[in-house]
């Protein structure tokens, strides 16, 4: 009677031995879950071109390699209006073994730079690397500031008509036409004249055969 006692209880033990190592075991896992990603440092900047002219809507690849381990971080942005961009980077890099900053464009960028009466299509290329010592760092580092290298792949441009000054006489807007409108204007203007011409002609012609016609009547008259 005494070992059928003590099977129960054993099972009794074990049953709450293995339910208490199954509970710290999923403990333990949580704990590993539950661990925060690494904070990140704002990073921010502009983009202009050689001549200092901000450049809008480049996109931009920025990445982060930290050795000795290679670890690898990376994202994109797109400068505004104005040329700034801002991202996250990690703290990364100490001043024994500085991480590697690289900030660069995808092959074939391009934008569109719209002008008065030009439009032109610009390439775009940014390679930017350089060492980050962030490690402990709690303030975001130094803005950068990057200049592309752009080229000029084609230019589209329009002509407009502008108004000529009032002459002072009569109202109303005149327009000065292209210089094509200009040509034809002025070799139509002789086969104007040409009307009044002809018919100042066809009146004296007419009123010549009049007069030789009146003597004529008289003398036959007389006789």
Not at 5 to 17: C, I, K, N
Not at 117 to 125: D, E, F, K, P, R
Not at 130 to 150: I, K
Not at 174 to 201: I, K, M, N, W
Request: hydrophobic share 40%.
């Amino acid at each position: 009677m005494g070992l059928l006692d003590r099977a129960p209880r054993a099972a009794a033990s074990a049953l709450l031995l293995a339910t208490a190592i199954g509970a710290a075991g999923t403990t333990g896992i949580s704990s590993v879950l539950a661990v925060d990603p690494p904070a990140t440092l704002p990073l921010s900047g502009s983009l202009a071109d050689e001549h200092g002219a901000a450049l809008a809507g480049v996109h931009l690849v920025i990445s982060e390699e930290q050795p000795p381990d290679g670890g690898l971080a990376g994202s994109s942005v797109t400068t505004a209006a104005d040329g700034s961009f801002t991202a996250s980077i990690y703290p990364w890099g100490t001043a024994e073994t500085p991480a590697t900053l690289t900030i660069k464009t995808s092959p074939g960028e391009e934008i569109q730079r719209i002008g008065e009466n030009c439009s032109q299509t610009i390439g775009v290329v940014v390679a930017d690397t350089r060492p980050l010592t962030l490690e402990g760092a709690t303030e975001p580092p130094a803005a950068v500031q990057l200049v592309a290298t752009t080229t000029l792949l084609g230019e589209v441009c329009g002509t407009t008509a502008t108004p000529r000054p009032n002459s002072g006489a009569g109202s109303g807007t005149h327009v000065t036409p292209p210089p094509t409108d200009q040509d034809r204007a002025v070799l139509t203007r002789p086969s104007e004249r040409h009307g009044p011409a002809l018919v100042l002609g066809f009146v004296v012609g007419l009123l010549a055969a009049a007069a030789l016609l009146v003597p004529a009547r008289g003398a036959r008259r007389r006789s």
